[in-house]
């Protein structure tokens, strides 16, 4: 089935996949296109309409990306974006200049005020939060078109030549800050180019099965399975494309949460894969046997996690493909330069060094969690997979301070899932994005019964946040934390103390080691 396609013309901004991303949540097609496609690609494609995006640079500078002014002679509707709408005022007569004024320049959030008759703002408020970055300033606005938005500091925030379908807006649409960007990339496509919405995630899924199929043709296809959202959509949908020659290899280290091991075997149990699940909770207690030291675990984890990957890889012989569950925002995170490393995080991202393999797929690359989980339903993974909070590589090993047994793992998994349990009977999942039990190496005493207690005090931690860069708190209801106390106290031994974690990141880190 073809769809109506729109094309994102990539010119260097940092936003680009999140107006593609804006484009299909809109129920539109999207394909990013960088900027150098040869027009007869680009015209091939029969776009309804094209989105210029932004970018670092300035269109009077003779080296910036430029577009063939063809383009404006197509008949097909474009929006420009920063960049993009410098580029249209530049191409179609207007003039822009670096801003020398301070004042000109814009950044963060601005108030702006907009002419509602124009079809982009249709239906809108006629005030709203816009968020700018821009350095340069349109002095002179082309020909034809009219000033559709201002701001205090800026008669120029959006043109329109509505008779040809060149919208231009100096802000960013498709961020969050911008109060009713998406309507208005809506009102685009849908008023101005005549989209009909006819593309879904189930189309996204079928597309991306036919790529997969195409590309693997009869070789064999390894992928490590972890249990967290990521690589289990990435392994549902490459299942669904070539089947039996898919093997998922899930290393079950023994520091999972309750039942995760069984839940994942069994969200594959529908297709015709090869799920091997590498018991090694023994190995992997042994190795960690009296260590304390929390970067110390990682590590031994780390390289046990790939050894026996490895092992199990190593038995189903040469593999052609290696498939990661890699998602965007991965993407953009590898690209930013060395920050300080806080914790050595372990995941699967290290495997490629150690398996022989001609290639990786990353069949989510240009997708968005949120995206992510609605394909994972598409598939027909189970909800509580779908919507899997993260966990970490290390698993519950670096949420028991100290040294880790297997009975401190029993009580760990145990008063966890008590919690886990509570938060959901209270429906308050949606509230918070991290949330989990850490098992302190602390011992007080307490009274049970007419006896003396001298036990374990077991700490609850939930986080509030969109990038786990910085965190909140959540303010959880006394109730529900009332409730998770008295439930673990009672039927968790070795557990006589609740407390609960009410610092943010930073200062702390969002897991305890
Ligand atoms: P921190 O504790 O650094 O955690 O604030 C931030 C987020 O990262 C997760 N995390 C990990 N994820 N391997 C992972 O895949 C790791 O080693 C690891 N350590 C922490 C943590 O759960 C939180 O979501």
Not at 471 to 484: E, G, K, M, N, S
Request: proline share 5%; with cysteine; net charge negative.
């Amino acid at each position: 089935m073809s769809h109506q396609t729109v094309i994102v013309l990539d010119f260097g901004g940092q936003y680009n996949q999140l107006i593609a991303r804006r484009v299909r949540e809109c129920g539109v097609y999207c394909e990013v296109k960088p900027y150098t496609t040869p027009l007869d690609t680009l015209k091939a494609m029969e776009p309804i309409g094209i989105i210029f995006t932004g970018g670092p640079n300035s269109v009077y500078d003779p080296n910036s990306p430029q577009v063939d002014p063809v383009i404006f002679s197509w008949g097909v509707p474009i929006l420009g974006i920063c960049y993009g709408c410098q580029l249209i005022a530049h191409n179609l007569g207007g003039k822009v200049v670096a801003a020398t004024d301070d004042s000109a320049r814009e950044y963060g959030k601005t108030e702006t005020y907009f002419n509602t008759d124009c079809k982009l703002f249709r239906g809108l408020p006629a005030q709203g939060i816009t968020w700018m970055s821009h350095g340069d300033y349109m002095e002179k606005v082309p020909e034809g078109f009219a000033l559709v938005a201002h701001s205090d500091a800026c008669p120029n925030v959006a043109i329109c030549d509505e008779s040809r379908g060149f919208y231009g807006v100096q802000y960013h649409p498709e961020v969050n800050h911008t109060e009713h960007g998406t309507d208005m990339i809506r009102n685009f496509l849908y008023e101005v180019c005549g989209a009909k919405g006819d593309w879904t995630m189930g189309d996204y899924k079928n597309t991306a099965i036919a790529q997969i199929r195409k590309k693997v043709g009869d070789g064999k296809v390894l992928l490590a399975l972890s249990g967290g959202v990521d690589s289990s959509v990435a392994a549902a949908l490459v299942a669904e494309a070539v089947g039996s020659q898919l093997t998922c290899v899930f290393v079950d280290h023994g520091l999972m949460r309750l039942n995760e091991g069984d839940e994942v075997e069994a969200a594959f149990k529908k297709w015709d894969i090869n799920l091997v699940r590498a018991n090694a909770e023994e190995l992997f207690l042994g190795k960690l046997a009296g260590v304390t030291e929390p970067e110390r675990k990682r590590k031994i984890i780390g390289e046990e996690f790939i050894r026996v990957f490895e092992a199990e890889a190593k038995k189903i012989g040469q593999v052609d493909y290696l498939v990661q569950g890699t998602i965007y925002p991965d993407v953009i995170e590898s690209g930013t330069g060395d920050a300080a490393v806080i914790k050595s995080h372990h995941n699967v991202g290290g495997l490629p060094d150690y398996v022989d393999f001609k290639e990786i797929i990353e069949p989510l690359r240009l997708l968005f969690k949120d995206e992510v989980r609605q394909l994972g339903r598409e598939l027909g993974l189970p909800e509580y997979l779908v919507m899997r909070q993260p966990f970490p590589g290390p698993g519950l090993a670096i949420r028991i301070i100290g040294d880790i047994t297997r009975e401190k793992l029993d009580t760990l998994r145990l008063a966890d899932f008590i919690f886990r349990d509570e938060i959901a009977k209270a429906q308050l999942e949606g509230t918070m994005n991290q949330y989990f039990a850490v098992l302190t190496n602390m011992r007080s005493v307490g009274v049970m019964g007419d006896g003396r207690t001298y036990d374990y005090t077991l700490a609850l931690r939930s986080v509030t946040t969109t990038d786990f860069m910085t965190a909140d708190w959540t303010h959880i209801p006394y109730d529900v934390l009332d409730r998770v106390s008295v439930r673990i106290v009672n039927e968790v031994p070795h557990v006589n103390r609740i407390v609960y974690d009410i610092t943010s990141k930073p200062p702390a880190t969002i897991e305890w080691e």
